[in-house]
């Protein structure tokens, strides 16, 4: 869904847009298309009824059947954007962005599918992974000109955070086939797999531009940056920079030639 909207007077817009996904996904947790050279008269089942096993050379392809695997997983992408215009040459705006993934999955393996003669019992596989992240960034800008000048003034932040966790355990010994999608049945819970990772960032910064003409340019920028990826004693830090610019091909002693058609020094600090 996307949704974008304005005031009479163009003085307040919005834009938005959501995108949400949910899928299920039930299949055969094995590849069965390597059985396609598999002899034609091959018996699949023997005179009992049971499945047909040959030695512990050979699976039967129809036994693979009896395993399965569901996952389920979620994804939520939204942003919105709002501005409005407080004066002509002042504007205030806002960026917020959302994400969210998280995936279930389970895997049964029963007894009934592996070959009597090698089989160590049922098994079964649980997983999950959550993924959240957001950021919020506003921002105030100010432009304003006089005659010649041009000044331009920019005031923002930003605030960010992801969090990721996801777990893959594997469960054995159960009473029955049946309770294979009952974690809690498991004889034997083995963790294959356990993260957490929190990040999160936070930023604010000014810039001011001015400039004669079009032809000399003057900026200057400052940030304070923090992090957790930063070190412990040192999770904040401060950058800032200057600038010139001079667009001599803008000159009047340049304007009747026809060999350059722009031409810029520049220099910076920081």
């Known amino acids: 869904m996307n ?23 039930n299949t055969v947790p094995t590849d069965i298309a390597q059985f396609y050279n598999l002899a034609p008269n091959y018996p699949l089942y023997d005179e009992k009824g049971d499945y047909y096993w040959f030695q512990q050379t050979l699976q039967n392809p129809a036994a693979y059947m009896e395993r399965s695997s569901v996952s389920k997983s979620k994804s939520l992408l939204a942003n ?39 089989s160590t019992g049922s098994t079964a596989s649980y997983g999950n992974s959550d993924y959240q992240s957001y950021i919020v960034e ?33 469960g054995s010994s159960y009473p029955s086939d049946s309770q294979l999608a009952n ?22 910064f000014a810039r001011i531009n001015y ?3 079009d032809r000399y340019l003057v900026n200057a920028s400052y940030r304070r940056d923090g992090s957790s990826r930063f070190g412990p004693n040192n999770k904040y830090g401060n950058f800032g920079s200057i600038g010139a610019a001079w667009v001599f091909s803008s000159e009047e002693f340049l ?14 600090w920081g």
């Open 211 to 213: 400039a004669y003409a």
């Open 255 to 268: 304007k009747d030639q026809s060999i350059l058609s722009f031409g810029k020094l520049r220099a910076s």
């Open 138 to 170: 506003p921002q105030l800008n100010y432009s304003k000109n006089f005659g010649k000048h041009e000044f331009k003034f920019l005031l923002g932040g930003t605030w960010q955070q992801r969090i990721s966790e996801g777990k893959y355990l594997d």
């Open 80 to 118: 919105f954007s709002a501005e409005y215009a407080i004066l002509p040459e002042l504007v205030a705006k806002v960026n917020v962005g959302y994400n969210l993934k998280s995936m279930d999955q389970t895997r049964l393996l029963p007894n009934a599918g592996f070959n009597p003669l090698t």
């Open 183 to 204: 974690m809690a049945a498991a004889g034997v819970i083995a963790i294959r797999n356990n993260q957490y990772a929190d990040y999160r960032y936070q930023s604010a």
């Open 3 to 25: 949704l974008s909207t304005q005031s009479k007077d163009q003085r307040f817009k919005l834009n938005s847009s959501f995108n949400l996904n949910l899928d299920r996904n």
